[in-house]
């Protein structure tokens, strides 16, 4: 079964950095497309960043472009995010999501739907 733990949220000031972690155990992660998702408060969850099996492609929402990267290394079976120049409105719990089994190598996929296995959220808090 698989199974995915999120870490390295926190607290930060504004313009700061962190970088979550998110271990996937099971056997599944090579053949997993992943993908970030956030939610803050009162709002619907998110796409935040989406890599593609292979790891060759990525997205990366407008409102995190040029600020965040996703990346995964499939040799540890683990997916990051890195965020720099953080804002208030970064605050949100995130989400680590994995496409297992139905991801081919290239595709990115940005819909909460797409995606059928989920890990338990890590909270960042971006204080101004």
């Known amino acids: 079964q698989v199974q995915l733990v999120e870490s390295g949220g926190g607290l930060v000031q504004a313009g700061g950095s962190l970088r979550l972690s998110c271990e996937v155990s099971?056997?599944?992660?090579?053949?997993?497309?992943m993908g970030w998702f956030r939610q803050a408060p009162g709002k619907e969850r998110e796409i935040v960043a989406a890599?593609?099996?292979?790891?060759?492609?990525?997205y990366h929402a407008d409102s995190v472009k040029d600020r965040f990267t996703i990346s995964r290394d499939n040799a540890k079976n683990t997916l990051y995010l890195q965020m720099n120049s953080l804002k208030p409105e970064d605050t949100a719990v995130y989400y680590c999501?994995?496409?297992?089994?139905?991801?081919?190598?290239?595709?990115?996929?940005?819909?909460?739907?797409?995606?059928?296995?989920w890990g338990q959220g890590t909270q960042v808090t971006v204080s101004s």
């Open positions: 999501a994995a496409r297992v089994a139905y991801a081919n190598g290239i595709d990115t996929y940005t819909r909460a739907y797409s995606y059928n296995a």
């Open positions: 099971g056997g599944t992660f090579s053949s997993s497309a």
């Open positions: 890599i593609s099996r292979i790891g060759g492609n990525t």
